[in-house]
């Protein structure tokens, strides 16, 4: 009886859930969660650090439309809409910041992004196991390295003074060239520390994706009598090319960031003009100066136009046939 | 920018926790932070350091004043480095400790947060503590607000014996040169200690002056222009009026000058890029002959070369063109924020008040006698222990100070003869010292768009000493810059307060 009971309730509910496909798609997506629990709680650190640390700050954007004062807290600020944007765009220094910025960023589009590419093909057709393990630790090397270091070895090398460089010049009875203070050498000295720092690291997701090409491909091409560049041409590049894809569309969304570290600690007077850009300034304004609501609204420009690029980059990776980010 | 922002949010986060944690962890206060039952009071500094690692939270010479002063001290020790960064951030967080360092009490954010009465005004109480009145009248006017109210304690410094050009007597003398008294002689000093090889080993390995720029200001060349502007800070008053030194055809003439030197390469060639170890290292190690700082800091690489040359000796000059230095008296002040009790403030008044007394102060700077110090015909000599222990006037003096008019004549460890002499200079200095003027006055266009003015008229100076750019562009320049509208108005307003400060006194 009181199982009879029992089914007769549980059908007439089945019959509720399918005439409301709402309720059904929330069933469905609540047996899904208790089916895959385990994965959901070992996802459960990750989604929290993403609630607490990356969404919950995001409302610190609000202090950009106000004259945030940390005493007065959040609530009690004067409210005074988009002055600081207007304030912003209508500087002087907006421009030399924006050209400062892409310059940085498109020098490392065109002569950093290429590089690991470059690097972990030629890596990839070496042979030996050991010899090949030796390089890659090499080149991955110095991008341990903080840029303190690199800057302080920078300075080492290229400065008027004392710079080993230099010295070799003056020895050989040459001019000494003003490299740390010269505007013209600037944004050159930035690419080329950041390709000494980086581009071996940057081949570690270019090298393990071309470890998952499948190596009956290349004996193929190998039986149809195809050669080294042969293969490299038609079998690794296209099948790295997602990866490549995605990676690009990434560096886009940051063509705003210039890597606040390395610019900082380059910068000197003489080449101020040159070196100043969205993310110094947001230092000196926002940290050194207090004014916490104009370099908000600084970064939040920032974000925005990355966010755009990103999006933007990504639907043109869609139209030609690529997977793109999400 | 994005990811650093949260790195912020992240740091003032944990520093919240960490505060509850704390607070937490004080039981058995009462409401006023003051606890009921005689036990210690718990107290959070925020200060500064100097010696290469900061003291220990079991450092002897803290726990010795605590017991003396029944406190319970937990000190933030933070790198001059990054501590006007460290401030904001801090003062940002809303969680301010009970006893701050502000190393600039005229920072935008300082002066906002004192307008919204963010600190308490001492003001009224200073009468009951005899030490902190004995600091000199100027230490306290000067660190006044725009109110005309005192919001901290001065870290208090002496207003003779501040950074001056030192430079090496033995050189002179080996050059059978004279003590240089204005910038022409000095010119000349310079290049003998390039040129004519002071040193006598008979390399070309010497300069005349180390010193570097700053993004923001002329950095150890400071002295140098305000002998030719014969004025000390940005300031000059003309007719009654105050007039922005870059304005003035003197400033030109100074640009011109360090240009020919830095030409000439008689002062550091890598001046822009330059650390200030770096110049430290120069001095030290007999390659540079003249650099600038305190009177008392000229001992430091004197020191460093008596190992090797028995006859070194870096001499602080007292003036050049008849002009030097006189300083504000302090340097940064020590807050208290809002949310301490008036009877918490009090203590912590009386606590500052007992390191300004002679025991404090000796206590906080050499530690105890006979362990971190031997005392002999008044000079304190430094032992071991105090290093490895980590005492010194750089560390926890810089919290406890005793003030004493000679404080710049003496390091420990000094001979007497270099102390007697840095006395004599310190006299002799204050009869040709001049104050700046504009020091605390009040000037809203300044603190918003006055440091990226600095900055722009620093990267024109930079590049003309550099020989970037001719001094044609700095006259270009000036013309530009009496048109500019924030520095008009920034004229405006720092006469206005002068002339209200000069009636009101």
């Not at chain 2, 650093?4 to 740091?11: D, F, I, P």
């Not at chain 2, 008053?237 to 055809?249: A, Q, R, S, T």
Request: proline share 5%; charged share 20%.
């Amino acid at each position: 009886m009181a199982s009879r009971s029992g089914t007769a309730r549980g059908s007439t509910l089945e019959t509720a859930y399918k005439k409301n496909p709402a309720a059904q798609r929330r069933r469905s997506v609540w047996n899904g969660i208790k089916r895959d629990r385990y994965l959901y709680l070992l996802a459960l650190p990750g989604i929290v650090f993403f609630l607490l640390f990356k969404y919950v700050p995001m409302w610190g954007i609000l202090i950009s439309f106000q004259n945030y004062s940390p005493y007065q807290g959040m609530w009690a600020s004067q409210w005074v809409g988009l002055e600081h944007y207007i304030r912003f765009f209508s500087n002087p220094d907006f421009l030399i910041l924006f050209r400062n910025t892409m310059a940085i960023n498109m020098l490392s589009l065109i002569f950093f992004f290429p590089l690991p590419i470059l690097l972990s093909v030629m890596m990839n057709e070496l042979r030996g196991t050991k010899f090949k393990k030796t390089i890659q630790s090499i080149v991955y090397l110095p991008h341990f390295l903080s840029w303190v270091i690199i800057v302080g070895i920078t300075f080492l090398l290229l400065s008027t003074g004392e710079g080993i460089i230099n010295q070799l010049l003056a020895a050989a009875g040459l001019n000494k060239i003003d490299f740390l203070t010269n505007p013209n050498y600037f944004w050159g000295l930035l690419t080329v520390q950041s390709i000494w720092k980086d581009a071996g690291w940057g081949t570690v997701l270019f090298l393990a994706a071309m470890a998952s090409i499948d190596p009956q491909l290349n004996e193929a091409a190998k039986i149809d009598g195809a050669g080294r560049f042969r293969q490299i041409w038609h079998i690794t590049l296209p099948g790295i090319r997602s990866v490549v894809i995605i990676l690009l569309i990434l560096r886009i969304g940051h063509i705003m960031d210039v890597g606040f570290e390395q610019v900082f600690l380059m910068m000197n007077g003489a080449v101020s003009e040159v070196a100043d850009v969205f993310d110094t300034y947001v230092y000196r304004l926002g940290i050194k100066q207090g004014q916490l609501s104009f370099s908000t609204a600084v970064g939040v420009f920032k974000s925005v136009v990355g966010l755009i690029l990103v999006i933007g980059a990504n639907k043109l990776a869609k139209k030609f046939g690529e997977d793109g980010v999400y | 920018m994005k990811r650093r922002r949260t790195g912020l949010k992240t740091v003032l986060a944990a520093v919240a926790a960490l505060s509850l944690l704390t607070t937490a962890c004080g039981g058995g206060n009462s409401a006023s932070g003051v606890p009921d039952d005689g036990g210690p009071m718990p107290v959070s500094i925020m200060s500064m350091y100097f010696t290469p690692e900061p003291p220990g939270a079991d450092n002897v010479v803290v726990q010795e004043i605590e017991k003396r002063t029944n406190t319970d001290l937990n000190i933030t020790w933070v790198s001059p480095n990054s501590y006007g960064d460290k401030v904001n951030v801090t003062l940002a967080s809303g969680d301010i400790p009970d006893l701050m360092l502000v190393n600039d009490p005229f920072s935008a954010q300082v002066r906002t947060m004192v307008q919204q009465g963010a600190f308490w005004d001492l003001t009224p109480y200073l009468d009951d503590y005899p030490n902190l009145k004995k600091f000199p009248e100027e230490s306290w006017i000067n660190t006044k607000q725009a109110d005309g109210k005192n919001y901290g304690i001065p870290r208090v410094r002496p207003v003779e014996g501040g950074p001056f050009l030192f430079l090496r007597k033995d050189w002179l003398d080996n050059l059978k040169l004279e003590v240089p008294k204005t910038t022409d002689e000095l010119y000349e000093v310079f290049r003998a200690f390039t040129k004519d090889d002071p040193d006598g080993n008979g390399q070309d390995d010497t300069i005349g002056f180390t010193g570097l720029v700053n993004q923001d200001n002329m950095g150890g060349y400071g002295a140098i222009v305000s002998a030719f502007t014969q004025t000390t800070g940005d300031w000059k008053e003309v007719d009654g009026k105050l007039v922005n030194v870059n304005l003035l055809p003197e400033m030109r003439e100074a640009l011109e000058w360090i240009n020919k030197a830095y030409t000439e390469g008689l002062i550091s060639e890598d001046l822009a890029v330059l650390k200030e170890s770096q110049t430290k290292d120069q001095l030290n190690a007999g390659r540079a002959g003249a650099a600038v700082n305190t009177v008392e800091a000229a001992w430091e690489p004197t020191e460093a070369q008596l190992k090797t040359n028995p006859d070194a000796d870096f001499l602080p000059l007292v003036s050049l063109n008849g002009w030097n230095n006189r300083d504000g008296g302090f340097f940064g002040m020590f807050v208290i924020p809002k949310t301490v009790s008036e009877e918490k403030m009090k203590k912590l008044l009386e606590l500052m008040d007992y390191g300004a007394s002679e025991e404090g102060g000796t206590l906080a700077s050499y530690g105890l006698e006979g362990v971190h110090y031997t005392e002999e015909n008044g000079i304190k000599m430094a032992t071991e222990k105090a290093k490895t222990d980590i005492v010194a006037s750089q560390a926890l003096g810089q919290i406890f100070m005793s003030y004493d008019k000679y404080m710049r004549a003496y390091r420990s460890g000094m001979p007497n003869e270099i102390f007697e002499r840095n006395k004599k200079i310190i006299d002799e200095r204050a009869e040709s010292s001049v104050p700046d003027k504009a020091i605390g006055l009040y000037s809203e266009t300044g603190v918003s768009a006055g440091p990226e003015l600095s900055k722009d008229i620093q990267d024109i100076k930079t590049k003309i000493i550099l020989g970037k750019q001719p001094l044609s562009a700095w006259d270009a320049y000036v013309e530009k810059l009496k048109a500019n509208p924030d520095l008009q108005k920034i004229t405006e307003e720092l006469n206005e307060a002068y002339k209200q400060r000069q009636s009101a006194s």
